[in-house]
């Protein structure tokens, strides 16, 4: 609460500060409590490639109260609106999604074709990955959509995500592999400015800090937003800060990600 009295909002990331895409981190439901009754507005976002809705129904599931936040935005829902406002030109997108229909869902509401044949797609839609795939699964698309010059638009672009039994990797892993052998990706989500700008919109306040886990997208992105930042230990560099939670291993982080370190950092959400 010393943290928190000094900002007017506080937005959080979801994998690896508010659960591990099972069940919430202990301490951090009585914590968004706690912090819901005092003065900061609340917020989340996530590098989610679902709609801000079903994300919400997510945390709440989980056995947070999401009335404690003033809002909630993920680069799905980014995504979702520059396709609705005109931006994006494509109508017919190929998917690649977590679980089979997630797709469709996340279109609701949207004139656009979501297909099956990629060879009749416009570009690729991906937000998300199936649980267990490898990068060398991926070899082969790869090489179609390149010799298609089919643009992936990129709705979650975290490489990895904390999982209750480690890390797997996340969509963006796939689009940066891309990205690399010459294929053109929009990327939505942290660490991107515009998504930050989105959200200060719509929250209003003065003062923001973000917490996360992921040097890369949250706490760079909130410097790039002028934010301050906390960075989590207990999410994606868990392994690291178990071995040695010192100031020589977030050196070391920070060295190999080429970012400014976090204003501050704790174990856990408390």
């Known amino acids: 609460m010393d943290i928190a009295s000094q900002y007017d909002a506080i937005v959080f990331d979801q994998w690896g500060v508010l659960h591990n895409g099972t069940s919430a981190y202990l301490g951090a439901v009585a914590a968004i409590n706690a912090l819901g009754a005092a003065a900061p507005k609340l917020g989340v976002l996530s590098n989610s490639g679902k709609r801000a809705a079903p994300n919400a129904d997510r945390i709440a599931a989980m056995g947070f109260d999401v009335d404690h936040f003033d ?20 109508q017919r997108f190929f998917p690649i999604e977590r679980s089979q229909g997630d797709a469709v869902a996340w279109a609701d ?13 416009q570009a690729i839609l991906l937000m998300g990955l199936p649980d267990g795939v490898k990068m060398s699964d991926y070899l082969a698309p790869l090489k179609g959509w390149l010799s298609r010059k089919q643009p992936v638009f990129c709705s979650n672009p975290d490489r990895k995500s904390p999982r209750a039994g480690g890390h797997v990797i996340s969509p963006g892993a796939l689009a940066f592999a891309y990205h690399d052998v010459g294929g053109e990706v929009a990327f939505y989500g942290k660490p991107h400015r515009p998504i930050f700008r989105t959200i200060e919109a719509a929250m209003g306040a003065g003062r923001y800090l973000m917490v996360g886990d992921s040097l890369e997208h949250d706490i760079a992105g909130a410097h790039t937003a002028g934010w301050d930042s906390l960075l989590i230990e207990g999410g994606l560099y868990a392994d690291d800060f178990a071995a040695d939670s010192s100031d020589a291993t977030l050196d070391r982080l920070v060295a190999t990600q080429g970012c400014k370190p976090p204003t501050f950092r704790m174990k856990e959400v408390r």
């Open 71 to 90: 809002h909630v935005m993920t680069s799905g829902e980014a995504l979702w609106r520059d396709i609705k406002q005109g931006v994006i030109p494509q």
């Open 109 to 121: 509401g949207l004139d656009i074709d979501i297909t099956r044949d990629v060879r009749k797609a």
